[in-house]
Nanobody, 124 residues
Framework: QVQLVESGGGLVQAGGSLRLTCAAS????????IGWFRQSPGKEREFVAA????????HYAEFVKGRFTVSRDNAKKTVYLQMNSLKPEDTAVYYC?????????????????WGQGTQVTVSS
């Protein structure tokens, strides 16, 4: 059982920054990678970024490369998504999700646990 809670969303102007936090709880015998996804009204949930359970490797969607950075703390219980140079099209509910640390990180169908989501709104 892995429980995830996102925080850090809010309203920012284009070009601004936010740092999202994904706090994990619950004891599991499995190793989990953490992915970030986002979803806006009328659109499918899309991959944003991911980090392996070790924190040694990261993955990014093309549209966030150079702007977003995913990281996790030494205890591997908290994952961050630093979002810089935000654009209005980044507006969405952002979710963190956990998966076994194997296979592809890019599909939401690969993930076993999801947080509630946190709203990010970027104004122009």
């Amino acid at each position: 059982q892995v429980q995830l809670v996102e925080s850090g969303g809010g309203l920012v102007q284009a070009g601004g920054s936010l740092r999202l936090t994904c706090a994990a709880s619950g004891r599991s015998s499995s190793n989990y990678g953490i992915g970030w996804f986002r979803q806006s009204p009328g659109k499918e949930r899309e991959f944003v970024a991911a980090i392996t359970y070790s924190g040694l490797y990261t993955h990014y969607a093309e549209f966030v490369k150079g702007r977003f950075t995913v990281s996790r703390d030494n205890a591997k219980k908290t994952v961050y998504l630093q979002m810089n140079s935000l654009k209005p099209e980044d507006t969405a509910v952002y979710y963190c999700a956990a998966k076994r640390d194997s296979g592809s990180y890019y599909s939401p169908n690969e993930y076993d646990f999801w947080g509630q989501g946190t709203q990010v709104t970027v104004s122009s």
